[in-house]
């Protein structure tokens, strides 16, 4: 059960790196569309500098970070609305930014939201939510109850996880090379990619 991943105790390190290969669903008017989840990016809450609750900070954005676990947190940056699920217990902010998806289900669909062909349709946070038409609405949901969530009956197995430091954090000590970011290797999809393209694109067979 997805519920046992976030309810049982995993580290959002492990949350992070499980979510890899696990099927996100969103159901919407237009219809369905889906992705495997290819790279993932754990924030680790009040420790973490690179974190928006960093220090214990709860603002009227953030406060959705303190809620229970599979929460949606949806944020704004450049225009583009950035997907993240909550991973800790009610008052731990911590949480997972889904990073990019292998498209599987409604592809026509999501090249009408983002008419960009191959890698470059779902190979980025704000890629990957345009497509899938993910927006604010989402905000403060729940990954359990709603029309976005992860499917609990498909997954594929990446042969090579492989953790990277975070990307696009400058400045932030020690946290800037944390390995916080987790890819399944030899994926194209993947936003700065790992390794090279295989024919089953990282994925076990």
Known sequence: MMKDLFYSH???????RELLGCLLVHETEQGRMSGWIVETEAYLGIRDQAAHSYGGRKTKRNEVMYRKPGTIYVYQMHTHAMLNIITQAEGV?????????????????????R????????????????????????????????????????R???????ATPRIGIPDKGEWTHEPLRY???????????FGKITENHGWKT
């Open 156 to 162: 594929r197995i990446p042969n090579e996880v492989v």
């Open 183 to 193: 890819v399944v290797a030899n994926n194209p999809y993947v936003s700065k990619r």
């Open 10 to 16: 995993y580290t959002t390190q492990e949350i992070a």
């Open 115 to 154: 008419p960009k062909k191959g890698f470059l349709l779902t190979n980025g946070p704000g890629k990957l939510t345009e497509a899938m038409n993910i927006t604010m609405k989402e905000n403060g949901g729940s990954i359990f109850g709603s029309g976005l969530f992860i499917a609990e009956q498909r």
């Open 93 to 113: 902010p911590e949480g997972i930014l889904i990073r990019a998806i292998e498209p599987f289900e409604g592809i026509e669909l999501m090249l009408q939201n």
